[in-house]
């Protein structure tokens, strides 16, 4: 458990997040040069289409950002140490604003293509439903005065709430749906072309590397606010008196 | 006692409860018939439509009134921090868990066949529907509900969530469980077993019975 520990801890630090930060910029900007240069249209969907190099990436990162608020919340339940807490507040966090992304990317899409802003497609809906439940776990962080217990709630609904990630993606396969079947990650040979499919991965990277940024940050800022809450309440604790001033 | 004795120890004491506080009978009964009244009036008056919503509106009260439900049997163990008894109790958190999932999920059975005979007398059940299948879809939507609002009505024990948590949790982690069982209802009053709804919806219970015996513990520390 020491291992992953001190690798947050130096991923949080201050130098780590300045490499991170440039190194969004540096891939964003190649995965956008990609998308809109290097990458043909669509031969169906015409330019529009170029939505899917934000899109998909922004769809997969965020349920690897719900992955990684089960794998905190797991973590903290069984060692109860904070930095797992950190972890997972800070996925969910990120995760919530990558998934509203998706959705409204998703809407974007939709209308140019299907011509309707929202067609309760299964796949959109349970991703938006997907979204409600992060919004949910912000809310058990926020509702009880204990802290302990705010952490142990939010991290049984961030187990439960990734049981709802392979339906998303499941749903697709299990009900019939307007949404295009997954392109890449299926049995076979993914049906795009090379020049997409490499633009495609590299969008794929600097969404990544922009989350692990976000993630960084955040969690360095959840350190440095509970160092403030325990130096305030340090302050406000008197110090014990010894039993000889207590009579003196 | 053996873990089973402690699951029925448990579901004896919430069910005598509700039995002698009526809860069910005096909030959630009435809210569930002025709910299906209502969405006739907003739907209707044409029996079609009224028949197409029919399992949607069918579980959307089940979703309600787990939530109604799950909430007041945690205020009753908040009540004179009864619930403390219940963490000092030397039986396995798993076994509360299960006692109160099988309780919810008992009323619920009760609760969602009133709500299916309101329906076909309301709405027009259509001809063939086939009660073994509307059996089974209850029974297995009952137990995921009663896992469910089990699991996470620990939240609404808190003084200032006030319960306003868990209707923001529950409707959303419900999602796939709702589609299932909507299908399965559907299919159903169509006069066939849905088998592939009700295989996910059987999924869904294994996962979130499985969900709450692992992590229920947790709900209760303080």
Same mark, same amino acid.
């Given at each position: 458990?020491?291992?992953?520990?001190?690798?947050?801890?130096?991923?949080?630090?201050?130098?780590?997040?300045?490499?991170?930060?440039?190194?969004?910029?540096?891939?964003?900007?190649?995965?956008?040069?990609?998308?809109?240069?290097?990458?043909?249209?669509?031969?169906?969907?015409?330019?529009?289409?170029?939505?899917?190099?934000?899109?998909?990436?922004?769809?997969?990162?965020?349920?690897?950002?719900?992955?990684?608020?089960?794998?905190?919340?797991?973590?903290?339940?069984?060692?109860?140490?904070?930095?797992?807490?950190?972890?997972?507040?800070?996925?969910?966090?990120?995760?919530?604003?990558?998934?509203?992304?998706?959705?409204?990317?998703?809407?974007?899409?939709?209308?140019?293509?299907?011509?309707?802003?929202?067609?309760?497609?299964?796949?959109?809906?349970?991703?938006?439903?997907?979204?409600?439940?992060?919004?949910?776990?912000?809310?058990?962080?926020?509702?009880?005065?204990?802290?302990?217990?705010?952490?142990?709630?939010?991290?049984?609904?961030?187990?439960?709430?990734?049981?709802?990630?392979?339906?998303?993606?499941?749903?697709?396969?299990?009900?019939?749906?307007?949404?295009?079947?997954?392109?890449?990650?299926?049995?076979?040979?993914?049906?795009?072309?090379?020049?997409?499919?490499?633009?495609?991965?590299?969008?794929?990277?600097?969404?990544?590397?922009?989350?692990?940024?976000?993630?960084?940050?955040?969690?360095?800022?959840?350190?440095?606010?509970?160092?403030?809450?325990?130096?305030?309440?340090?302050?406000?604790?008197?110090?014990?008196?010894?039993?000889?001033?207590?009579?003196? | 006692?053996?873990?089973?004795?402690?699951?029925?120890?448990?579901?004896?004491?919430?069910?005598?409860?509700?039995?002698?506080?009526?809860?069910?009978?005096?909030?959630?009964?009435?809210?569930?018939?002025?709910?299906?009244?209502?969405?006739?009036?907003?739907?209707?008056?044409?029996?079609?439509?009224?028949?197409?919503?029919?399992?949607?509106?069918?579980?959307?009260?089940?979703?309600?009134?787990?939530?109604?439900?799950?909430?007041?049997?945690?205020?009753?163990?908040?009540?004179?921090?009864?619930?403390?008894?219940?963490?000092?109790?030397?039986?396995?958190?798993?076994?509360?868990?299960?006692?109160?999932?099988?309780?919810?999920? $008992?009323?619920? #059975? %009760? =609760?969602? +066949?009133?709500?299916? &005979?309101?329906? *076909?007398? /309301?709405? !027009?059940?259509?001809? @063939?529907?086939?009660?073994?299948?509307? $059996?089974?879809? #209850? %029974? =297995?939507? +009952?137990?995921?509900? &009663?896992?469910? *609002?089990? /699991?996470? !009505?620990?939240?609404? @024990?808190?003084?200032?969530?006030?319960?306003?948590?868990?209707?923001? =949790?529950?409707?959303?982690?419900?999602?796939?469980?709702?589609?299932?069982?909507?299908?399965?209802?559907?299919?159903?009053?169509?006069?066939?077993?849905?088998?592939?709804? =009700?295989?996910?919806?059987?999924?869904?219970?294994?996962?979130?019975?499985?969900?709450?015996?692992?992590?229920?513990?947790?709900?209760?520390?303080?």
């Amino acid at each position: 458990m020491r291992g992953p520990l001190r690798l947050a801890g130096r991923l949080t630090g201050a130098r780590s997040r300045r490499s991170l930060g440039r190194w969004a910029l540096i891939v964003s900007a190649l995965a956008l040069v990609g998308a809109l240069v290097v990458a043909p249209p669509d031969a169906r969907q015409g330019e529009v289409q170029r939505l899917l190099y934000l899109h998909v990436p922004t769809a997969w990162v965020a349920f690897a950002a719900f992955a990684l608020v089960f794998a905190g919340s797991v973590a903290y339940l069984r060692t109860g140490r904070v930095h797992w807490d950190r972890l997972a507040e800070a996925a969910a966090e990120a995760g919530v604003v990558f998934t509203g992304l998706t959705i409204v990317l998703g809407m974007l899409w939709g209308r140019a293509v299907w011509g309707a802003w929202w067609t309760w497609d299964p796949r959109l809906t349970t991703t938006l439903v997907l979204l409600l439940i992060y919004v949910g776990y912000g809310a058990v962080r926020h509702a009880p005065d204990n802290p302990s217990r705010s952490r142990r709630w939010a991290a049984v609904v961030g187990i439960a709430g990734f049981v709802d990630v392979p339906v998303v993606h499941m749903s697709v396969v299990w009900w019939r749906s307007v949404h295009q079947p997954p392109s890449v990650l299926r049995p076979g040979a993914p049906a795009m072309p090379p020049a997409m499919l490499l633009v495609l991965l590299v969008a794929v990277v600097a969404c990544t590397v922009v989350f692990l940024w976000l993630l960084a940050t955040r969690m360095a800022v959840r350190r440095l606010e509970d160092r403030l809450v325990s130096a305030v309440l340090d302050d406000r604790v008197p110090p014990r008196t010894t039993p000889a001033r207590a009579r003196g | 006692m053996s873990a089973w004795a402690d699951v029925a120890a448990i579901t004896a004491k919430d069910l005598r409860i509700e039995w002698r506080a009526r809860h069910a009978g005096s909030v959630i009964v009435p809210f569930v018939v002025t709910l299906v009244v209502t969405a006739g009036l907003a739907f209707g008056p044409g029996i079609s439509l009224l028949r197409q919503t029919a399992p949607g509106l069918i579980w959307l009260t089940g979703l309600f009134a787990v939530v109604l439900a799950a909430r007041h049997a945690y205020e009753v163990e908040s009540a004179d921090d009864a619930v403390t008894g219940l963490l000092l109790a030397p039986i396995d958190k798993a076994a509360v868990f299960a006692g109160k999932a099988n309780a919810l999920g $008992a009323q619920l #059975v %009760v =609760l969602q +066949a009133a709500v299916i &005979g309101l329906v *076909g007398l /309301l709405y !027009g059940l259509p001809p @063939g529907s086939s009660a073994p299948a509307l $059996a089974v879809t #209850v %029974v =297995l939507g +009952a137990l995921g509900l &009663g896992a469910m *609002g089990s /699991l996470l !009505g620990a939240v609404a @024990g808190a003084p200032r969530t006030q319960g306003s948590v868990l209707p923001l =949790l529950v409707f959303p982690l419900a999602a796939p469980l709702l589609l299932a069982v909507t299908g399965a209802t559907a299919g159903a009053f169509r006069g066939v077993f849905a088998v592939q709804w =009700l295989s996910l919806l059987a999924a869904f219970d294994v996962v979130f019975w499985s969900l709450g015996i692992l992590l229920y513990g947790a709900t209760l520390e303080d």
